[in-house]
């Protein structure tokens, strides 16, 4: 009974939560993308489609269709980069790394005590033409300034992966950690080798773990505009960019809100399919 | 058919195998028996390839298999709780094996279906493995391992997780399966009574040594050494040293109780010699007067007495203080007893039903 009523209690802190940090700034979104602009920015109340029209004009569908393409490209990059480097890290760390498991786990989260801005901003630094990387890259005898990253796709993917890799890890870690190392045992004694033995048991059981990475990575990756305007040197436009220019530059809050709107609804309905038809556990998928 | 030669394993400063030596016949079902951290489950997994030795060899059918990794060995292991692939339904989990070894599907299916069958689970292939009750999940273990008809089949306390009555009913399924495939088994476990139950020769396995290797019936009858006779069934204890008699016998003088006759081993005849006189607790009798028809008798009352339906059992204090037990068939269908608690008693034994122990044998 105490119990029922402790969780109760609990339960309200969510619902609060939930209702003041997620739904009404979604609702308030949704709301304006049906109002007009101010004659110098701001939203005007009264109703209109025009927003949505917009949208639907041809050339605002192929910016936006391009930057689309370009955001999906470059989240799907990263999120297979993250997978790639993630999973073997997330099993280094649970089971080769021994006595120092706890500490390396640490590192994998100290870099979020330092702002994000800074972070990118120092690879900024790291990947400039007279950075640190083409300094060393000099010592070594590659000749002076041999690489010519910045303001490029790789220095944006780098950035990407640099600051998603993190959500990957984690996730799996939790995963792998959950993981009976018996079944490995079992799996090497029944003949499958170490590929065998990674893709028929320990990817399989780590599903929820990589598709909720995946999603972690994935959506915000996608709606990403902060780290291709640095390291990329705004040189193209994702969807990220897109939106922010309506609320930041152009100030044409109504049209931004619109923007997100669709972009809401075409994750949405990804996350649906990939929910009915992926052959991951859904329940899972979300949690 | 597996020779084991000399294997010792460390694990930093703790010695788990220490110098282990063990042949075992084509066929046979041999356990290893010990206490918890005696080092079986490293010996099996060693046997597995799932660990590889300090020093020592493995010979399988008269091939070196020491530096075979574990999934190139044709030796295959049923796991303490099971470790069933949960991701796979029954029929996936015991066609692992084969499709590891690229069997054609169809081949596949047959022998799977097979194994269903020895396993009594023909026709369920498609069930998840989290559905099924312990023993079920015991027997699709089983049949996942010898779907692949190793030479060598590990079990790794296979039987640990069940409770006792559907343990004794597998221990037989298992022993009934093992004469079928004619497999070689080699089955750890901590539980003596299985280990007896199921076995052509049980290893008794102490501080990562086997302490004694032989059929169940030698391993209880004549253990080597008080380790044994201790994990082993039942012993009664009494400490004391040894001397030869005027008549040139060996006996053992226990102090404020008695003099026993004995029969050390030859090397251990030697005056003197503190030791342990010890005899099973189903092997002493119970007399209301001393008695003049066995070879040793002691004195003592009894502190409190246990019907167990087959048998009652006493357990008793010496004069010395010494508590022993003593196990009595109840072949009498009576509602009267002959002993009650407080009586005082003689118990006695004939020599040969005695085990004496002295020097490294007490350790």
Known sequence: MIQGLRYRRFSGVAWFWALSL????????????????????????TMTLDNYLRIAEPDNLAILGASLTRSVGLAFVTTLMCVAVGFPLA?????????????????????????????????????SDNGWINHLLEKIGFGPQALNWLFTPQAVLIGMFYNYLPYMAMSLYVSV????????????????????????????????????????????????????????GGTSLFIGNLLAQQFLVVRHWPYGAALSVVLMVLVGVCIALFEKYGNGSKEDLLA | ??????????????????????????????????????????????????????????????????????????????????????????????????????????????RVDEMLELANLSGQGKRTVTSLSGGEQQRVALIRALVNMPKLLLLDEPLGALDLKLRLQLQQELVAIQRRVKTTFVFVTHDQQEALNMSDRVAVMNKAKIVQLGTPLEIYEFPKCLFVANFVGNINRMDGKLRQDDAGRWVCDVESLGTYFVEPTEENKVAGQPGALCVRSEKLSLFSRKPSTVDNVAEGSI?????????????????????????????????????????????????????????????
Not at chain 1, 95 to 121: D, E, V
Not at chain 2, 13 to 26: E, G, P, R, Y
Not at chain 2, 324 to 345: E, H, M, P, S, Y
């Open chain 1, 22 to 45: 997620v739904i009404a700034p979604l609702l308030y979104v949704v709301i304006i993308s049906f109002m007009s602009r101010g004659a110098y920015g701001g939203v005007v109340w």
């Open chain 1, 91 to 127: 099993l280094f760390l649970v089971f080769r790394s021994g006595r120092f498991r706890q500490a390396l786990f640490f590192l994998l989260i100290i870099p979020f005590w330092t702002n994000f801005l800074i972070r990118t901003y120092a690879w900024m630094v790291l990947l």
């Open chain 1, 177 to 232: 950690e959950k993981l009976d190392p018996k079944l490995l045992d079992a799996a090497a004694d029944l003949g499958a080798g170490p590929l065998k033995r990674f893709f028929k048991v320990i990817v399989p059981l780590c599903g929820p773990g990589l598709a909720a990475g995946s999603i972690m990575v994935f959506i915000p990756a996608m709606g990403e505009f902060v780290i291709p305007d640095i390291l990329g």
């Open chain 2, 1 to 110: 058919m597996l020779q084991v030669i000399g294997v010792s394993k460390k694990f930093g400063q703790k010695t788990a195998l220490n110098s282990i030596d063990l042949n075992v016949s084509h066929g046979e079902f041999v356990s290893i028996l010990g206490p918890s951290g005696c080092g079986k489950t490293t010996l099996l997994r060693i046997l597995a390839g799932l660990e590889k030795p300090d020093s020592g060899k493995l010979i399988l059918d008269e091939k070196d298999i020491t530096q075979v990794s574990a999934h190139h060995r044709d030796v295959h292991t049923v796991f303490q709780r099971y470790a069933l692939f949960p991701h796979m339904n029954i029929f996936d989990n015991v066609a692992f094996g084969l499709r590891c070894s690229r069997v054609a599907e169809p081949e596949v299916k047959r």
């Open chain 2, 303 to 363: 502190r409190a007495l246990t019907y167990l339906g087959t048998h009652t059992q006493f357990d008793l204090t010496l004069k010395n203080g010494t508590g022993i037990q003593v196990f009595q068939q109840n072949t009498q269908k009576t509602a009267k007893k002959v002993f009650q608690a407080g009586d005082k008693v003689f118990v006695g034994w004939h020599t040969a039903q005695s085990h004496y122990f002295t020097g490294n044998q007490l350790q």
